[in-house]
């Protein structure tokens, strides 16, 4: 039996449920060769499809978007992120609320729409600039409980920039008219310079430095403050959206 829900569980498993619909709702039927039986009550996929398409059962997912307290695996997510067409930053984005242990936290929760207006679904520029932030922080949560408990070799997919799930976002998924807006130069050189202290806590916990390690992340420094820039840059960057 899983146990009670906590307030922030609870916020969190109600955040999934929320994307989860509207991720639902985006899909289209058509794009299946599903078969055009019965009227149609809701947009998109009903929740019996998706079940199917992902080999899960439809109790099951039901659960799921129902915000019920169950586990899912990875490779359920991935099928998952693969029926409902996610980008590379809304599939860490459906990771990090659907597995507690990448440490979705409660300051993180009230902070998923950071920038006024803004939906969890990414219907707007506004929209994916906040889910870069949340998995900025997601991101960091992991950072240091890998750094924390030893496991520094699992970092080592992050120290390329560019295949981080933000790094995707800006180099690849981004809409080349976005790329012309002042603010991405500000929010790319954030983003590298974060990077960078990544390389250098990473290579203090390979070197065993686990205690330094844990100051370098934990405490006030260049670490803390990379990070705070980013976190600028990118809403500045959302913010500009949401004015233009």
């Not at 398409?53 to 099928?79: D, F, K, N």
């Amino acid at each position: 039996m899983n146990p009670s829900p906590t307030a922030p569980d609870h916020a969190r498993r109600v955040r999934l449920a929320e994307f989860l619909k509207a991720k639902r709702a985006q899909a289209q039927p058509a794009d299946f060769d599903l078969p055009a039986f019965g009227r149609r009550r809701v947009q998109g996929l009903r929740r019996e499809e998706v079940a199917l398409l992902a080999g899960m059962s439809v109790t099951w997912y039901t659960q799921l978007e129902s915000g019920a307290p169950i586990t899912v695996s990875p490779a359920l997510l991935q099928r998952l992120a693969g029926v409902l067409r996610l980008s590379e930053l809304e599939r860490a984005f459906l990771f990090s609320l659907a597995i507690d242990e990448m440490g979705v936290v409660s300051s993180v929760l009230a902070d998923v729409s950071v920038l006024p207006g803004t939906r969890i679904a990414a219907e707007t520029f506004a929209g994916e600039v906040a889910l870069v932030l949340h998995t900025h922080r997601s991101l960091k949560t992991q950072i240091y409980g890998a750094l924390v408990h030893g496991a520094t070799s699992s970092l080592r997919p992050l120290l390329d920039e560019q295949q981080c799930p933000i790094g995707i976002w800006l180099h690849d998924d981004l809409d080349p008219a976005a790329r012309r807006s002042p603010h991405y130069e500000a929010a790319a050189r954030a983003h590298t310079a974060f990077h960078h202290e990544i390389h250098r806590v990473v290579e203090a916990g390979l070197a065993g430095a686990s205690a330094c390690v844990e100051q370098l992340v934990a405490a006030p420094g260049s670490y803390a403050a990379t990070s705070h820039e980013l976190e600028r840059a990118f809403a500045r960057w959302g913010g500009s959206a949401l004015t233009s």
